[in-house]
């Protein structure tokens, strides 16, 4: 698969802001992976790392192009929940975020004004939260950090790494990183995001029609008459994961959370590539440390050394014309996700038949969105909207409501769940 974008130049509005994030996450992620792995302590929940940045540097923050500061939030845990749960190689997810090359698809996708970034490999998403986000991540981060522990299957956001940025001026830039649902080598030819909730959850039919990007809704998925195709197996796996995840979401008083599911079909395979053309190339030189090149240079062992032999021995994606850059993803599945149960059929979920034999489609899902606590806005438009429609169907409700729902439209959705039509308004 090769994926052809816009590159981004330096005078881009959002360059400064990738090159600083990357920069940021490089020196701070080595920084901590440099240290022997210890067990976790109540403190390492509320530890910050900061560092800062300018032209000068020294031998622990390498010279950057511009001025900033960079936090690292919770570093020890976000380590721990890398390695022990997710299963990442500490030096592939470096090269992944810090290397030539970062992606961002066109368009902001939420309406939340997040932005959201690629990593090259496009096993990654950076996505720009806002504070009150920042925020309750962390209040929420020992039951999060728990709830995966115990709940190695989870299907919720797997977040690697909490952030911040700030610009001079005192402009302050939250991000998280976490794991792209979708996969690097196969197309995904109808996305859904699912809620469980029907008023105004529509994209218009007619758009949908010439759009193959188009991220679908609950009414679109009931209108059509879709099913997860899962056989009994994988059907109560699924569910039982569902429950518990939801019961977790329900616990932490979020709503507004989605399950989102790509659906690959196997008989029309990659022909489409849906994803060309729709991305924008990002190409910072993000800078090391000079004792960090020096360990490269000499064989170091440690991630950021050998993220960075690996970056040298790379050589560069070849230009398409002026402006364009390229990005070669793989062809086959890399199997770094074959430890979880819901990701181990080529990176996502086969579907199967009544006797559990594979079916031709594959789906990519899990659970996002999920740091919007039901705060006082969410009361005050739970209000308004409450009053022009039933109130129970619409968006916000409160977190075990929404949490019910949630859950109840997911197994109908499943087949011999009895359909998602019940849930239609109206
Ligand atoms: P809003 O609050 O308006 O829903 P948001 O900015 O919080 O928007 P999300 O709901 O997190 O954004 O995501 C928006 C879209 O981005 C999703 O519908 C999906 O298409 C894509 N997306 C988000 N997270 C992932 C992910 N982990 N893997 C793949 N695609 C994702
Ligand atoms: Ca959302
Ligand atoms: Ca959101």
């Given at each position: 698969?090769?994926?052809?974008?816009?590159?981004?130049?330096?005078?881009?509005?959002?360059?400064?802001?990738?090159?600083?994030?990357?920069?940021?996450?490089r020196?701070?992620?080595?920084?901590?992976?440099?240290?022997?792995?210890?067990?976790?302590t109540?403190?390492?929940?509320?530890?910050?790392?900061?560092?800062?940045?300018?032209i000068?540097?020294?031998?622990?923050?390498?010279?950057?192009?511009?001025?900033?500061?960079f936090k690292?939030?919770?570093?020890?845990?976000?380590?721990?929940?890398?390695?022990d749960?997710?299963?990442?190689?500490?030096?592939?997810?470096?090269?992944?975020?810090?290397?030539?090359?970062?992606?961002?698809?066109?368009?902001?996708?939420?309406?939340?004004?997040?932005?959201?970034y690629?990593?090259?490999?496009?096993?990654?998403?950076?996505?720009?939260?806002?504070?009150?986000?920042?925020?309750?991540?962390?209040?929420?981060?020992?039951?999060?950090?728990?709830?995966?522990?115990n709940?190695?299957?989870?299907?919720?956001?797997?977040?690697?790494?909490?952030?911040?940025?700030?610009?001079?001026?005192?402009?302050?830039?939250?991000?998280?990183?976490?794991?792209?649902?979708?996969?690097?080598?196969?197309?995904?030819?109808?996305?859904?995001d699912?809620?469980?909730?029907?008023?105004?959850?529509?994209?218009?039919?007619?758009?949908?029609?010439?759009?193959?990007?188009?991220?679908?809704?609950?009414?679109?998925?009931?209108?059509?008459g879709?099913?997860?195709?899962?056989?009994?197996?994988?059907?109560?796996?699924?569910?039982?994961?569902?429950?518990?995840?939801?019961?977790?979401?329900?616990?932490?008083?979020?709503m507004?959370?989605?399950?989102?599911?790509?659906?690959?079909?196997?008989?029309?395979?990659?022909?489409?590539?849906?994803?060309?053309?729709?991305?924008?190339?990002?190409?910072?030189?993000?800078p090391m440390?000079?004792?960090?090149?020096?360990?490269?240079?000499?064989?170091?062992?440690?991630?950021?050394?050998?993220?960075?032999?690996?970056?040298?021995r790379?050589?560069?994606?070849?230009?398409?014309?002026?402006?364009?850059?390229?990005?070669?993803?793989?062809?086959?599945?890399?199997?770094?996700?074959?430890?979880?149960?819901?990701?181990?059929?080529?990176g996502?979920?086969?579907?199967?038949?009544?006797?559990?034999?594979?079916?031709?489609?594959?789906?990519?899902?899990?659970?996002?969105?999920?740091?919007?606590?039901?705060?006082?806005?969410?009361?005050?438009?739970?209000?308004?909207?409450?009053?022009?429609?039933?109130r129970?169907?619409?968006?916000?409700v409160?977190?075990?409501?929404?949490?019910?729902?949630?859950?109840?439209?997911?197994?109908?959705?499943?087949?011999?769940?009895?359909?998602?039509?019940?849930?239609?308004?109206?």
């Amino acid at each position: 698969v090769v994926l052809v974008g816009n590159l981004i130049g330096e005078d881009h509005v959002n360059y400064v802001l990738m090159y600083n994030m990357l920069t940021g996450i490089r020196i701070g992620v080595s920084r901590c992976q440099a240290k022997i792995k210890r067990p976790l302590t109540d403190e390492d929940f509320t530890a910050r790392h900061k560092f800062s940045f300018d032209i000068v540097g020294n031998e622990l923050t390498p010279s950057a192009k511009y001025d900033f500061k960079f936090k690292d939030y919770a570093p020890w845990v976000f380590r721990e929940l890398r390695e022990d749960y997710f299963h990442l190689d500490p030096a592939d997810y470096l090269l992944s975020l810090t290397s030539k090359y970062i992606l961002s698809e066109l368009g902001s996708p939420g309406k939340s004004g997040s932005f959201f970034y690629f990593s090259r490999d496009y096993r990654f998403i950076i996505k720009t939260i806002h504070h009150s986000e920042h925020k309750f991540l962390l209040s929420i981060l020992k039951d999060y950090h728990s709830h995966v522990k115990n709940n190695p299957h989870t299907l919720l956001s797997r977040f690697y790494g909490l952030h911040r940025v700030k610009l001079p001026r005192g402009h302050k830039i939250h991000f998280v990183i976490m794991n792209n649902l979708f996969p690097p080598h196969r197309d995904i030819h109808e996305t859904f995001d699912l809620k469980g909730s029907t008023v105004g959850r529509e994209y218009p039919e007619a758009k949908a029609a010439t759009n193959p990007r188009a991220v679908l809704k609950d009414l679109n998925w009931i209108n059509r008459g879709k099913m997860l195709e899962l056989g009994p197996e994988k059907r109560a796996l699924l569910t039982e994961q569902l429950r518990r995840d939801a019961e977790f979401l329900r616990k932490i008083h979020v709503m507004d959370y989605s399950l989102l599911i790509g659906i690959h079909k196997m008989e029309r395979g990659n022909r489409d590539n849906v994803r060309r053309n729709t991305l924008k190339v990002f190409s910072p030189d993000i800078p090391m440390t000079r004792r960090a090149t020096a360990a490269a240079a000499k064989g170091g062992t440690s991630p950021e050394a050998i993220a960075m032999r690996r970056a040298m021995r790379e050589s560069d994606p070849k230009r398409l014309g002026h402006g364009k850059g390229t990005i070669r993803l793989p062809e086959e599945d890399t199997g770094d996700r074959r430890d979880f149960l819901f990701y181990q059929d080529e990176g996502g979920l086969r579907a199967t038949d009544e006797a559990n034999d594979p079916l031709d489609k594959i789906y990519y899902l899990g659970v996002i969105d999920i740091l919007t606590p039901f705060s006082i806005v969410k009361k005050l438009e739970h209000f308004w909207k409450g009053l022009s429609a039933d109130r129970h169907k619409i968006s916000p409700v409160e977190p075990v409501e929404y949490g019910d729902r949630f859950f109840a439209f997911m197994k109908a959705i499943m087949r011999g769940g009895g359909g998602g039509e019940r849930f239609k308004a109206e």
